[in-house]
């Protein structure tokens, strides 16, 4: 089986959280223990084995290097200190891979510990010719998107169940959508957390990394879209008010409960739709892309993502095992080139999620402007038949909450 990618590697190395001062320091003055990462183990992409470390405070100033592990500078005058490094590869001309620093106050008599984050230099997050994310020179497959329209298309409601219904009449801006479901491979690169419940045991023949990310909440899949836009140099779409800095924001911030959410900041989350960042797709826009982005076509009226066999396309209650299945394993996908829009796992989407009064003639292209659930759509490993169509929709019980094994979400993006 591939080997899984080290999370910390793709954007910032979080060896620990802090620096803090413990007794037991040199008799003669304070002292810094440096904690890095182990080498090879944790550039294993980049070939870094040897660390750089320098302590200064702009009149003393001393360097030792590492393979790794602990670096321990003793009988340190009190006062603030700069400590600097640098993760080199000693085969390749001491080329520098990545590198830190952090501000600490050295204390008398007193042990100072101190772990650093390094900032890889390169490029690490870019984009394959075929559309797949690569990081740090290692494209990370089913992770491609595939254009949905390249120019505003307007859509004359016929139907009498999901979005395009009777009377309503839905324009689209140019976008596209992941050919896949957010692979656990990805979360993980992104959010360096993997909270799937199936993170093992895959079905004969799949991989287990391209297996869906599931049990993430609604404000997962957005923060997730945020750090990920960051990463490869795109805008990012949310806003959350109090958040400034998503790059450094972490996982275990993310509500998970209304009483995280007390001042509602995470509730009235906004999406900037003209920014070019990853974001959730709109409902209108994933099942426009389910039935294949032609309205003229005979699938546009399948009545599941590619196919009237559903068998053939789909991961659910009768075919499923009760297990998430590797993405992108039924084929033939659909027009687009989509898999697994019917069934597997089910699928986050911006809209709020009208109970009340379902879709509208006049529900905006982006839903209703408000509700208690967000909608999801496409069904899962565990629906019956009627709820993978491409016509069904369903609201969660909560934004908040991290417990279903069996929803998970595709990521899209505004075409400029």
């Known amino acids: ?3 899984f990618i080290v999370p910390a590697l793709f954007a910032f190395l979080f060896v620990a959280a802090s620096c803090m001062n413990m007794s037991g320091g040199s008799e003669k003055g304070g002292s810094i223990r440096v904690a890095l990462p182990g080498g090879r183990y944790v550039y294993d992409k ?54 830190g620093s952090k501000d600490i106050k050295v204390e008398a008599d007193k042990t100072t510990e101190c772990s650093l984050t390094l900032i890889l230099l390169s490029n690490i997050f870019s984009i394959a010719e075929d559309g797949s994310i690569v990081i740090n020179k290692t494209k990370l497959e089913k992770t491609a998107l595939a254009t949905v329209i390249d120019a505003a298309t307007t859509i004359a409601g016929s139907g009498s169940a999901g979005v395009f219904i009777s009377d ?63 990463l490869m140099g795109f805008e990012p ?35 900037d739709f003209i920014k070019n960042g990853y974001r959730l797709p709109t409902e209108a826009e994933w099942e426009f892309s389910a039935r294949g982005g032609n309205q003229n076509a005979d699938d546009w009226n399948y009545t599941y993502a590619g196919s009237n066999d559903l068998d053939s396309v789909a991961w659910y209650k009768d075919n499923s095992d009760s297990i998430s299945h590797e993405v992108g394993m039924l084929t033939p996908p659909n027009r687009l080139g989509l898999y697994d829009m019917s069934g597997n796992v089910a699928e986050w989407c911006w809209d709020w999620y009208d109970e009340k009064h379902g879709i509208l003639a006049n529900t905006p292209a982006t839903g209703a402007s408000s509700g208690d659930y967000r909608v999801n759509r496409g069904g899962s490993y565990s629906s019956d038949s009627s709820k993978v169509s491409v016509s069904s929709r369903k609201g969660y019980n909560s934004p ?8 998970g979400f595709r990521i899209a993006r505004t075409i400029k």
């Open 1 to 3: 089986m591939k080997k």
């Open 46 to 99: 980049n070939n870094a084995d040897k660390f750089v470390v320098r302590v200064t405070n702009g009149v003393y100033s001393e360097t030792k290097d590492s393979a790794g592990g602990v670096i321990e500078f003793a009988e340190l005058e009190a006062g603030e200190y700069t400590v600097e490094a640098e993760a080199r590869d000693s085969a390749n001309n001491d080329e520098l891979i990545a590198s």
């Open 168 to 230: 309503r009449t839905v324009t689209l801006s140019p976008y596209s959508i992941g050919k896949y479901e957010v692979t656990q491979e990805l979360f993980e690169a992104v959010m360096g957390e993997n909270p799937s419940s199936f993170k093992d045991s895959p079905a004969d023949g799949e991989i287990q990394e391209y297996r869906p990310v599931e049990k993430v909440n609604w404000y997962d899949a957005i923060v997730f879209c945020n750090k990920l836009s960051i």
């Open 237 to 271: 779409c949310y806003s959350v008010n109090g958040i400034d800095d998503w790059q450094e924001f972490d996982y275990e911030s993310i509500p998970s409960s209304k009483s995280d959410d007390s001042d509602s900041s995470w509730r009235n989350v906004s999406c």
């Open 400 to 407: 908040y909450f991290r417990t279903s094994t069996s929803l």
